[in-house]
């Protein structure tokens, strides 16, 4: 699998990151209100989940439409007013959601993925 950037990336991995992006996103948003880039730029400090605005803008679009974000106009220390992204109560549901099913879903695909445990040798009968 070539590695690289979101362009390169290989197509287990970029369907991985559409399935979860949403709810990171969410998370992003759980303790505070955010604006598109700082979004951007927190997903893009993981490394692994680094997306474009091309990516985050139509995503928090959609979000908005589902009623799982809700958006406010703030002033900027620096340049034009910002838009604010926060948790609707279906937001906060839907990422408590997928916060609980996260981990059986997670150990279910590692227990796939691991190797099997060697057969454990048994002594000799005597």
């Known amino acids: 699998?070539?590695?690289?950037?979101a362009d390169k990336l290989g197509k287990a991995e970029s369907?991985?990151?559409?399935?979860?992006?949403?709810?990171?996103?969410l998370a992003l948003m759980r303790d505070e209100p955010r604006?598109?880039?700082?979004?951007?730029q927190a997903l893009e400090a993981s490394g692994t989940l680094a997306a474009s605005q091309?990516?985050?803008?139509?995503?928090?679009?959609?979000?908005?439409r589902a009623d799982l974000v809700a958006t406010t106009?703030?002033?900027?220390?620096?340049?034009p007013?910002?838009?604010y992204?926060?948790?609707?109560?279906?937001?906060?549901?839907?990422?408590?959601?997928?916060t609980q099913i996260w981990p059986a879903f997670r150990n279910a695909v590692d227990g796939f993925l691991a190797p099997p445990a060697p057969s454990p040798?048994?002594?000799?009968?005597?």
């Open 15 to 25: 369907q991985l990151r559409k399935g979860v992006l949403e709810y990171c996103v």
């Open 73 to 79: 106009w703030q002033e900027s220390p620096s340049g």
């Open 121 to 126: 040798i048994e002594p000799p009968q005597e």
């Open 54 to 64: 091309g990516t985050v803008y139509p995503l928090l679009s959609r979000l908005r």
């Open 85 to 98: 992204y926060r948790l609707t109560a279906a937001g906060r549901a839907a990422l408590d959601e997928f």
């Open 1 to 5: 699998m070539e590695q690289g950037g």
């Open 35 to 40: 604006y598109g880039v700082e979004l951007v």
């Open 81 to 83: 007013p910002r838009r």
